[in-house]
């Protein structure tokens, strides 16, 4: 049994949900993290030193944190040869995707982005620092509309670990008020993505409780 510590509103959280969810695994979710607290009682400290969400601990494994990690840690143990191939260079593919949806697309979104725009006061936005930070973001997603041009899903024909740490921070690019380009192939790979029940659970999360207001 996985057990897994982390609101729902938390991005890398939604992800690993996700995952869990498209695997069909058994799972228990523990609130944790920004309103809840916990983070920072010595008990999960001594799980997870940095005090953020989400933490797995499967059966009597030691803890895990690092989304990224947890989400190759059960991929590794968990996921069928499409998801997650077992062939090193095909693995690769799927790996290299992975990991630009997280290092290149997903940081120029969740902090630059979602931050400046939800998390900050309507009279606290920074127009010019949203707008710069858009034209980083679009540039990613040019790419991505390129490769979802060539196949269904990121890094193939099935979904992937790739759409994963791609797809979890859609929702929220597609709902927030930004200026967003039209790019007709992401666009129906989101609403695919929409229609698939384990990222309606756990990705399409309302985020008003990270909403800042004046
Ligand atoms: N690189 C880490 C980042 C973890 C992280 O910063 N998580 C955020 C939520 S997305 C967090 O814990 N925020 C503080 C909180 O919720 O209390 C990962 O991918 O797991």
């Known amino acids: 049994m996985l057990k897994i510590w982390g609101r729902k509103t938390s991005s890398n959280v939604q992800a690993v949900m996700w995952c869990v969810a498209e695997l069909g695994l058994p799972y228990e979710r523990i609130d944790a993290g920004f309103n809840f607290g916990v983070v920072n009682t010595p008990d ?24 990224g990690a947890i989400l190759r840690y059960i991929a590794n143990s968990y996921a069928p040869e499409g998801f997650w191939p077992s062939d090193p260079v095909a693995r690769a593919f799927v790996d290299q995707w992975a990991e630009w949806s997280k290092i290149s697309f997903t940081l120029s979104f969740t902090g630059p982005v979602f931050w400046k725009v939800v998390r900050t ?22 790419i991505a509309e390129a490769q979802l041009t060539k196949t269904p899903y990121l890094a193939g024909s099935e979904l992937t670990l790739a759409d994963i740490q ?8 597609f709902t ?19 229609n698939r029940a384990a990222y309606a659970t756990h990705v399409m999360v309302p985020y008003d409780d990270l909403r800042v207001t004046d």
């Open 121 to 142: 006061a309507p009279s606290r936005r920074d127009a010019k620092a949203i707008a710069d930070a858009l034209a980083v973001l679009d540039k990613k997603l040019d």
């Open 176 to 194: 927030i008020d930004i200026k967003r380009r039209n790019r007709p192939v992401l666009s129906a790979y989101y609403e695919r993505l929409t």
């Open 166 to 173: 791609f797809g979890h921070c859609l929702y929220r690019y």
């Open 44 to 67: 999960y400290l001594a799980m997870n030193p940095n005090g953020t969400v989400p933490t797995l601990i499967d059966g009597d494994n030691p803890p895990l944190w690092e989304s």
